[in-house]
């Protein structure tokens, strides 16, 4: 990380405050440009609200977040860690959006700018609280000079600066502005606090965005309010890979409020004057399809397709030993196969943006994840330069990955939808039937998984042959295929903590035209099923305990043992019957650095589990902020155990779509939902991500005390009633 020295690159003033710029440490190739300081040529002043850090007269804070809102507290937890270096008052914090722009707020474990991945936290941990202590230095150094004192002599604490000897004491305003005035330059180092010294980090902040969300202030894209502004819903294909063949716009023309029907790339756009009369003549327009390069197979027929390529060799992600040599002398072993379908991400927000197009140059608002992305992709489609498009990123109702296509689609299509138009500020409206129905789902995943023990019960083998289709090959995150194979695919079950003889881990690449993404926890929500369902199976058939036998497994992962030790202190754990009918199952599972350990107690309600408790316990490192931890992992169980319950995409001989909203893709109910106890092991470790971690464990710990209730293993999601099983 640089902190860069403020007088030389330019110590910027304007509006009234300081500005601490910070670049973040290279992690990529493009995000190689060096970060310079530039006047706002928007407000004529010469300060630009490109760093992270602005402190204003009137000694408020503001720290410009670079990674999206969606709910899962980015705008509260990285304020958090500046406010703590810097000293400040939590009272005194404020929070706006960065611009995209990657040579500043560039996401140093993506290479772009960009949110995902529950690396918002981590990879803000130690430049952000840098920004807070190089801030605060510089205000005490201005002080010294204010009042002709060391600066060894000087405090700062809840935002008030004092020099106890002399009696003099300030808030940030002034100082900031003697700093200004005084050419105070930001030191070349500065010393970041113990975990002894924190005040604020490990405490309960209150959310920044929780009164604006309230009292409906905050702004989203669907509030953007362009002069001229026109709504647009577009016709899409019923099939993937269709496409427009002719189209009859006569109809939607007579309707009130139509002003204009389109062809755009991925269908025929209606330009209207409001959202309903946009609605009513996407329904009028007549459109006949070329499905040529459609997909027309059904979500059976795929199934039976991906599960013959998961029972071949595909490529290997990882190995050791030799498996179909221990499977061959193992005194037991067994086999199973577990099918996934697709699923769709649904946030509570459908995707939507504004575009306001003229002669010079473009204006986006979007909620977007990978606003690098976006801002090349509204650029190239329009013809323009980089330095011609300006996106704003706006707080989102949810994504759980849908706001972060590599293709950039959503953003891409409202280009087009303003570069067919022509000059003019468009809003585009997708309904949650095109969402549910317009792809970009979780793929298809097959795993076959063939497991090996000994005469004492102990595994020997493990085989765990994966299909689907890849969500990167072909996009900018190509570069994270490992050897041919998609790491997004295998992740989870590669690198298990598991310690046996042999193991292989294959992966065959599947095709079809729908369009997949990552979806909460991407390949882990498959991956993590499979593997501790599986792995359960194989300690019942060895005579070991559910969490003996995987503590047997694991002797060199504190970590994991440590969640695991933890949650069965938590649910009094000596077995599986819970009594009362009722019965536990347990799953571990690491991602995104992130150790979680779950059991789930689960009854039979008209042939389907039904989970009425689950424990939690996670470490995720230092707990920035614990209540908001407490949240991402219980919002990330609810989400994950609904799913494993209702959701699927499935596809109909001919391949249309069958689910449409959430009647049909239903959510969890109030009345379905399990009492949650989270518990979060002490750490001194650096903060990982908790918005994903907390979906994986769900569905396996469910599956797990499902089959010590039914005794049959669940294979294929979302569950299904037992006697259809």
């Given at each position: 990380?640089?902190?860069?020295?403020?007088?030389?690159?330019?110590?910027?003033?304007g509006?009234?405050?300081?500005?601490?710029?910070?670049?973040?440490?290279s992690?990529g190739?493009?995000?190689?440009?060096?970060?310079?300081?530039?006047?706002?040529?928007?407000?004529?002043?010469?300060?630009?609200?490109?760093?992270?850090?602005?402190?204003?007269e009137?000694?408020?804070?503001?720290?410009?977040?670079?990674?999206?809102?969606?709910?899962?507290?980015?705008?509260?937890?990285?304020?958090?860690?500046?406010?703590?270096?810097?000293?400040?008052?939590?009272?005194?914090?404020?929070?706006?959006s960065?611009?995209?722009?990657?040579?500043?707020?560039?996401?140093?474990?993506?290479?772009?700018?960009?949110?995902?991945?529950?690396?918002?936290?981590?990879?803000?941990?130690?430049?952000?609280?840098?920004a807070?202590?190089?801030?605060?230095?510089?205000?005490?150094?201005?002080?010294?000079?204010?009042?002709?004192?060391?600066?060894?002599?000087?405090?700062?604490?809840?935002?008030?600066?004092?020099?106890?000897?002399?009696?003099?004491e300030?808030?940030?305003?002034?100082?900031?502005?003697?700093?200004?005035?005084?050419?105070?330059?930001?030191?070349?180092?500065?010393?970041?606090?113990?975990?002894?010294?924190?005040?604020?980090?490990?405490?309960?902040?209150?959310?920044?965005?929780?009164?604006?969300?309230?009292?409906?202030?905050?702004?989203?894209?669907?509030?953007?309010?362009?002069?001229?502004?026109?709504?647009?819903?577009?016709?899409?294909?019923?099939?993937?890979?269709a496409?427009?063949?002719?189209?009859?716009?006569s109809?939607?023309?007579?309707?009130?409020?139509?002003?204009?029907?389109?062809?755009?790339?991925?269908?025929?756009?209606?330009?209207?004057?409001?959202?309903?009369?946009?609605?009513?003549g996407?329904?009028?327009?007549?459109?006949?399809?070329?499905?040529?390069g459609?997909?027309?197979?059904s979500?059976?027929?795929?199934?039976?397709?991906?599960?013959?390529?998961?029972?071949?060799?595909?490529?290997?992600?990882?190995?050791?030993?030799?498996?179909?040599?221990?499977?061959?002398?193992?005194?037991?072993?067994h086999?199973?196969?577990?099918?996934?379908?697709?699923?769709?991400?649904?946030?509570?927000?459908?995707?939507?943006?504004?575009?306001?197009?003229?002669?010079?140059?473009?204006?986006?608002?979007?909620?977007?994840?990978?606003?690098?992305?976006?801002?090349?992709?509204?650029?190239?489609?329009?013809?323009?330069?980089?330095?011609?498009?300006?996106?704003?990123?706006?707080?989102?109702?949810?994504?759980?990955?849908?706001?972060?296509?590599?293709?950039?689609?959503?953003?891409?299509?409202?280009?087009?939808?303003?570069?067919?138009?022509?000059?003019?500020?468009?809003?585009?409206?997708?309904?949650?039937e095109?969402?549910?129905?317009g792809?970009?789902?979780?793929?298809?995943?097959?795993?076959?998984?063939?497991?090996?023990?000994?005469?004492?019960?102990?595994?020997?083998?493990?085989?765990?042959?994966?299909?689907?289709?890849?969500?990167?090959?072909?996009?900018?995150?190509?570069?994270?295929?490992?050897?041919g194979?998609?790491?997004?695919?295998?992740?989870?079950?590669?690198?298990?903590?598991?310690?046996?003889?042999?193991?292989?881990?294959?992966?065959?690449?599947?095709?079809?035209?729908?369009?997949?993404?990552?979806?909460?926890?991407?390949?882990?929500?498959?991956?993590?099923?499979?593997?501790?369902?599986?792995?359960?199976?194989?300690?019942?058939?060895?005579?070991?305990d559910?969490?003996?036998?995987?503590?047997?497994?694991?002797?060199?992962?504190?970590?994991?043992?440590?969640?695991?030790?933890?949650?069965?202190?938590?649910?009094?754990?000596?077995?599986?019957?819970?009594?009362?009918?009722?019965?536990?199952?347990?799953?571990?599972?690491?991602?995104?650095?992130?150790?979680?350990?779950?059991?789930?107690?689960?009854?039979?309600?008209?042939?389907?589990?039904?989970?009425?408790?689950?424990?939690?316990?996670?470490?995720?490192?230092?707990?920035?902020?614990?209540?908001?931890?407490?949240?991402?992992?219980?919002?990330?169980?609810?989400?994950?155990?609904?799913?494993?319950?209702?959701?699927?995409?499935?596809?109909?001989?001919?391949?249309?779509i069958?689910?449409?909203?959430?009647?049909?893709?239903?959510?969890?109910?109030?009345?379905?939902?399990?009492?949650?106890?989270?518990?979060?092991?002490?750490?001194?470790?650096?903060?990982?991500?908790?918005?994903?971690?907390g979906?994986?464990?769900?569905?396996p710990?469910?599956?797990?005390?499902?089959?010590?209730?039914?005794?049959?293993?669940?294979?294929?999601?979302?569950?299904?009633?037992?006697?259809?099983?």
């Amino acid at each position: 990380m640089t902190i860069m020295n403020v007088s030389r690159r330019g110590f910027l003033a304007g509006a009234g405050g300081l500005v601490i710029a910070v670049t973040l440490p290279s992690a990529g190739r493009a995000q190689q440009a060096a970060s310079v300081l530039r006047p706002d040529t928007a407000t004529g002043a010469i300060l630009s609200p490109n760093a992270f850090v602005r402190i204003g007269e009137d000694d408020l804070v503001t720290v410009i977040v670079h990674h999206l809102e969606m709910g899962q507290g980015s705008y509260t937890g990285i304020p958090m860690l500046v406010a703590e270096e810097l000293d400040a008052d939590w009272g005194q914090m404020r929070v706006t959006s960065a611009p995209a722009d990657i040579s500043r707020y560039v996401n140093p474990m993506f290479g772009i700018q960009g949110t995902g991945g529950s690396t918002g936290l981590a990879s803000s941990w130690e430049p952000l609280r840098r920004a807070g202590a190089t801030a605060r230095a510089m205000l005490v150094e201005a002080a010294a000079r204010e009042w002709d004192v060391p600066a060894e002599e000087i405090t700062v604490v809840d935002g008030r600066i004092a020099h106890e000897a002399s009696g003099n004491e300030s808030g940030f305003g002034p100082m900031a502005q003697a700093a200004l005035d005084r050419g105070v330059e930001a030191p070349e180092d500065v010393r970041l606090k113990e975990p002894s010294e924190y005040k604020l980090i490990g405490k309960q902040a209150g959310r920044l965005d929780s009164a604006s969300k309230s009292d409906g202030s905050a702004i989203f894209t669907m509030d953007v309010m362009r002069e001229g502004q026109q709504v647009v819903s577009i016709v899409h294909p019923p099939k993937f890979g269709a496409t427009v063949a002719s189209f009859d716009p006569s109809a939607a023309l007579e309707i009130n409020g139509v002003n204009a029907v389109r062809e755009v790339p991925t269908g025929v756009a209606v330009y209207a004057d409001n959202t309903w009369a946009a609605f009513k003549g996407r329904e009028a327009v007549s459109v006949t399809w070329d499905e040529t390069g459609a997909e027309t197979r059904s979500s059976e027929q795929m199934y039976e397709i991906w599960a013959a390529a998961a029972r071949a060799s595909g490529r290997v992600a990882e190995a050791s030993g030799n498996v179909e040599e221990a499977l061959a002398s193992a005194t037991t072993t067994h086999e199973a196969e577990y099918v996934f379908p697709m699923l769709a991400h649904t946030p509570m927000e459908p995707l939507d943006g504004v575009i306001e197009l003229t002669e010079d140059g473009a204006e986006a608002w979007l909620g977007s994840q990978l606003p690098t992305v976006d801002h090349q992709t509204v650029a190239g489609r329009l013809g323009m330069e980089l330095d011609q498009v300006q996106i704003h990123t706006m707080m989102a109702g949810g994504s759980f990955g849908r706001r972060a296509t590599p293709a950039s689609h959503f953003a891409g299509e409202l280009a087009e939808v303003a570069r067919a138009a022509g000059p003019g500020a468009y809003k585009l409206v997708w309904t949650r039937e095109n969402d549910v129905r317009g792809g970009y789902y979780r793929p298809i995943t097959v795993h076959r998984l063939r497991g090996g023990l000994d005469a004492d019960g102990n595994i020997v083998a493990w085989d765990n042959g994966i299909a689907n289709q890849s969500i990167i090959a072909g996009s900018p995150f190509e570069m994270l295929m490992e050897d041919g194979v998609d790491a997004t695919s295998v992740e989870g079950a590669t690198r298990m903590p598991y310690a046996w003889p042999a193991h292989r881990v294959s992966w065959s690449q599947m095709e079809s035209p729908i369009p997949v993404l990552w979806w909460r926890s991407v390949g882990h929500t498959h991956t993590g099923y499979a593997t501790e369902t599986f792995l359960d199976e194989l300690l019942e058939m060895g005579g070991k305990d559910a969490i003996a036998g995987r503590l047997e497994l694991i002797q060199d992962s504190p970590r994991d043992r440590g969640v695991l030790e933890r949650v069965a202190d938590m649910a009094n754990w000596s077995g599986p019957d819970a009594g009362n009918g009722r019965m536990l199952g347990v799953a571990l599972h690491e991602s995104f650095s992130t150790y979680v350990a779950m059991i789930a107690e689960v009854e039979e309600r008209n042939g389907m589990p039904h989970t009425t408790r689950m424990w939690c316990a996670v470490d995720c490192g230092i707990a920035v902020n614990p209540d908001v931890v407490v949240s991402q992992i219980e919002g990330g169980m609810l989400f994950g155990l609904g799913t494993a319950m209702f959701n699927e995409i499935t596809m109909a001989r001919g391949g249309e779509i069958v689910q449409s909203n959430w009647h049909d893709y239903r959510m969890l109910r109030i009345n379905e939902q399990p009492q949650i106890e989270v518990s979060i092991i002490d750490s001194s470790e650096a903060p990982t991500g908790v918005g994903e971690p907390g979906t994986p464990p769900v569905a396996p710990a469910v599956g797990n005390a499902w089959r010590a209730l039914t005794g049959r293993t669940p294979r294929r999601l979302p569950f299904q009633p037992v006697s259809a099983v």
